[in-house]
């Protein structure tokens, strides 16, 4: 699987994800793929991906697959998030490949798998968890930013 696919939609106007070059490759109810794409100034002195940003690609992938499997309206966050970098990003993209490992009724677990897509090699996998909440009602404010 090699295609770009499309810009990843975001949802917050002026949000820093729509300045970074992520874009869906697959989202279905199993398996959310997500691509980062390497540029020049996404890189650290050795010219790899920076590991943060790997990060953040790895919580959006698994963050969208989640909410695919919490009831509708429930608000879902990242509640642990363990990664092993294996190998550097240094060809691109980076390719993270979100499946579901558990979904309970307050906790929902995935994999996220990295790979360097020019280099066709393994770069990250992590496990994360997410926590499921409640609804908010109407009239509720919104927490968070």
């Not at 090699?2 to 970074?20: K, N």
């Not at 690609?57 to 989640?66: F, H, K, S, T, Y």
């Not at 280099?119 to 926590?131: G, Y």
């Amino acid at each position: 699987m090699t295609a770009v696919g499309e810009p990843m939609p975001v949802t917050i106007e002026g949000h820093l994800f729509g300045r970074l070059p992520f874009y869906d490759v697959v989202d279905t109810d199993d398996t959310v793929i997500v691509d980062l794409h390497h540029r020049p100034d996404l890189v650290n002195t050795r010219g790899a991906l920076q590991g943060g940003l790997v990060a953040t690609l790895i919580d959006i992938a698994g963050g969208r697959l989640v909410v695919k499997h919490a009831d509708v309206g429930a608000g879902v966050g990242t509640a642990d998030m363990s990664i092993h970098f294996v190998a550097p990003i240094v060809g691109g993209p980076a390719r993270a490949t979100a499946t579901l490992v558990r979904a309970g009724k307050r906790l929902i677990v995935v994999a996220v798998d990295v790979v360097d897509v020019a280099k066709d090699r393994h770069a990250a996998r992590a496990t994360l968890s997410f926590a499921v909440m409640e609804p908010r009602g109407p009239g509720q404010p919104a927490t968070g930013p």
